[in-house]
């Protein structure tokens, strides 16, 4: 079995209470975990291997989207898979 380390720099997160960065953090790395189970997940970051930095675009939310929402929307950015529609 392999082993992945992903080093998140820095995130900046717009939108979440302080009260919710629990919740986020809980669905994030739950989402995070089952795309790298995911044959594309660990492609996702391959593809990626020799870039000093990855940048992936901005998302933008509905108003009234939950920190598990948003949580899940973040980990899908970052590691988008074939199972779910990704190039």
Known sequence: MSRVVLHIDRLVLRGIAPEDASTFAEAFQ???????????????????????????????LAPHTSSEQFGQAVASQLLPTTERGAP
């Open 30 to 60: 739950a989402e995070l975990q089952q795309r790298l189970a995911v044959d594309g997940g660990l492609a996702a970051l391959q593809g990626h291997e020799r870039q000093a930095r990855y940048r992936p675009a901005p998302i933008r």
